[in-house]
């Protein structure tokens, strides 16, 4: 955070040192509430809690990582290395390993990514249209965050597609009860379902964790906020809940995919003794762009009460760029980054951020930076770990962690191939379905030769011992150099670079793949090794078998995100800016139909307004020191360029009180004057 003060201000001490009963932290944005987590933790330390018996959840891996290093720093490594500091799907991981059997998991089940879900739905419901299966998809998961199983999505269901999609649900688990398999939804629902019905588990996490720390906790769904619940309310004092939820009501962006705004009403209600701490200082921004923010955020109903300020004092006024269209736009984006850098000082291309609502307004800006020479990223582009080779050694991983796991038994069978097609795991399939076994297992079945061919059998045994040598092997390696060995051993008997060579046309694009390929056995090197690295970090913890790593990589990789250092603008959407912040922001497209986003088929309700108004909130407060906001007279809407109607959310900036219109491309060329005038020697007599 921009110069946080060393100490914590009068309304951060309070949230730290309140550890009587439940609390909600109110933190604004760029209020600090990193630094009040942190210090809650050491200050739970201090009153007499272990380092184990405190949980902190946040939402994605960089968060836990970067809460982790800064609990260090306060705490100390040997503290800060028992603290439950995770995900919360990880938290679930954890729960349904140590006690997943007693709901009919066995040890080693399997957690499919996006892609396997998918391919479980088109085979279930019998698709061939991949949009279907993913609308289908979509629909499953949202009913699994409400808490909804497939007989309640059916009695709920609003319509004919939604009955189809409930009768895929329920096909869909049995798939996942056969394949000992569960999806991302399943981490949290199965843990909660854990700790409902069975006492003596909800007594041991109870006990296991006395004090659990939210972080973004606007950002949860009913089943999350259920979770918390069944671990801080305890029978003997349910009125107790030693929590501590840090959120903001403002910055409620998620309701699309099931994120709900109702567990913070929800919080007062089941604790009524839940105390209450707004966190209003702004330790990022400076005053004007802190009043369009309250302006804006004004305009929808609260729960709390909440104002941001800042001593920063008022700085530069927020400038409204009104552009003819989208390259117009573009080049003016360009000129303003110019002529920040020109202005002299410490500026870099990582000090700028583009914000819109869509990602297909990124395609211009970044036609007009290449002309440029400016270098960019765009955020939220192919992940490292959604590459195709990355899966497919993910697939051979999962598969030894759990042999039921059909989805990646597919994935590894083909992948080198080795003369197994289609017609004989077909028949496989069969065999396995008509005798309900995996397809792993089926492989060694004595009667499976009356189905196959001896050729067919012996490829597939060959296969299986593979794969059972692999396990084997995986088992009994620990330790950094010995898994690279394992690892880059294996790679070359199954001859997956010469797979990658042959299955590209350009040499320096499977070079590149395998280069990839390389990486991730180095990051899983490191795991075993017992070092976790992070934007430069490491964090040492137990050596580790390359089984014990593979048992956990679904959800490290999943929820991974590789940072970096780059000297490069960021383009990003505004949901995904969330958290983030930059000294100069542009925020792009702001119009009607792009923010408020709206398609034809959308119906605008209350609701959706007051989302969208959260999210403007949120793009505004990304900004420290300027802010431009970009509106189109006239917009690309598909192939038709129609007129451009300012969001309703410029007026209520209200940057009439504050703002100065001004084309940064104008400010260069007066600053480039200056500096010319101040190089031109002067003439004399």
């Known amino acids: ?134 609308r289908w998809q979509w629909t499953i998961s949202l009913w699994k965050n409400q808490g909804l199983n497939s007989d309640a999505a059916a009695a709920a269901a609003k319509d004919a597609d939604e009955q189809v999609a409930a009768r895929v649900m329920k096909l869909y688990e049995e798939r996942l009860a056969a394949y000992q398999a569960v999806d991302f939804d399943d981490l949290i629902s199965l843990p909660l379902k854990l700790l409902q019905r069975d006492a003596e588990a909800r007594a041991k996490w109870q006990d296991r964790f006395r004090h659990v720390l939210v972080d973004e906790y606007q950002d949860t769904n009913a089943v999350q906020y259920e979770l918390l619940k069944a671990l801080v309310d305890h029978e003997d004092d349910r009125r107790r809940g030693f929590f501590t939820a840090v959120g903001d009501d403002d910055q409620s962006i998620y309701g699309w995919r099931g994120a709900t705004i109702d567990n913070l009403k929800r919080l007062p209600q089941d604790w009524p003794n839940l105390k209450v701490i707004p966190l209003e200082q702004n330790y990022r921004s400076t005053g004007n762009i802190l009043r369009a923010a309250n302006h804006v955020i004004a305009g929808n109903p609260k729960l709390f009460e909440k104002k941001l300020w800042s001593e920063f004092g008022d700085g530069e006024p927020v400038r409204l760029l009104e552009c003819d269209g989208e390259e117009h736009e573009a080049e003016r984006a360009v000129a303003m980054i110019q002529a920040q850098r020109a202005r002299g000082g410490e500026v870099k291309f990582s000090d700028f951020a583009i914000l819109y609502r869509a990602n297909h307004q990124s395609r211009v800006i970044e036609q007009k930076l290449r002309a440029a020479q400016i270098p960019y990223k765009v955020s939220g582009g192919q992940s490292y770990f959604d590459r195709a080779e990355i899966k497919d050694l993910c697939a051979w991983l999962r598969l030894l962690v759990n042999n039921d796991d059909d989805p990646a038994f597919l994935r590894a069978v083909t992948t080198p191939k080795r003369g197994i097609g289609h017609t004989t795991l077909g028949k496989l399939g069969e065999f396995s379905g008509q ?251």
Not at 98 to 123: A, N, P
Not at 503 to 513: C, H, I, W
Not at 642 to 649: D, E, K, L, M
């Open 1 to 134: 955070m921009a110069d946080a003060p060393t100490s914590l201000n009068p309304a951060q001490l309070d949230a730290v040192h309140h550890l009587s009963g439940p609390c909600l932290v109110l933190a604004g944005a760029g209020s600090g509430k990193t630094r009040v987590i942190v210090h809650k933790i050491a200050r739970l330390l201090q009153a007499g809690l272990e380092p184990k018996q405190i949980a902190a959840i946040t939402f994605t891996n960089k968060a836990a990582q970067e809460m982790r290093e800064r609990a260090k720093g306060l705490v100390g490594s040997r503290a800060s290395r028992d603290l439950a500091i995770s995900t919360f799907h990880s938290l679930g991981v954890r729960l349904l390993r140590e006690d997943g059997t007693r709901l009919g998991l066995k040890e080693r089940f399997s957690i499919l990514d996006s892609d396997d879900v998918l391919g479980v739905l088109r085979e279930a419901g019998g698709a061939t249209d991949n949009a279907l299966a993913k």
């Open 435 to 685: 005798w309900k076994k995996s397809l792993f297992e089926s492989l060694f079945a004595a009667s499976l030769a009356a189905q196959l061919g001896t050729k067919a059998v012996g490829s597939l045994h060959e296969f299986g011992r593979c794969v059972n040598e692999l396990e084997y092997r995986a088992r009994h390696t620990e330790g950094a150099e010995a898994a690279r060995e394992l690892l880059l051993g294996w790679l070359k008997d199954i001859g997956y670079e010469q797979h990658l060579y042959d299955g590209e046309d350009s040499e320096k694009v499977a070079t590149a793949r395998w280069a990839n390929v390389l990486d991730f056995v180095d990051w899983i090197a490191r795991r075993c090794g017992g070092e976790v690295a992070n934007d430069g970090s490491a964090e040492q913890s137990p050596k580790q078998t390359v089984l014990q790593v593979a048992q956990t990589i679904s959800v490290i990789i999943s929820l991974a995100e590789r940072g970096d250092d780059q000297d490069v603008v960021t383009l990003s959407t505004l949901h995904a800016s969330k958290g983030l912040e930059w000294p100069h922001v542009l925020l792009a497209g702001i119009n009607e139909g792009l923010l408020p986003f709206r398609s034809d088929a959308d119906e605008m309700t209350p609701e959706r307004i007051e989302e969208e108004r959260r999210l403007m909130y949120v793009g505004i407060t990304r900004a420290r020191t300027t802010l431009h906001v970009s509106t189109l007279r006239r917009r690309k809407k598909g192939r038709d360029t129609v007129q451009g109607i300012p969001s309703r959310f410029i007026a209520e900036m209200k940057l009439n009180e504050v703002t100065t219109k001004e084309d940064p491309r104008e400010r260069l060329k007066k600053l480039r004057a200056e500096l010319a005038a101040r190089l031109t020697p002067t003439a004399t007599g």
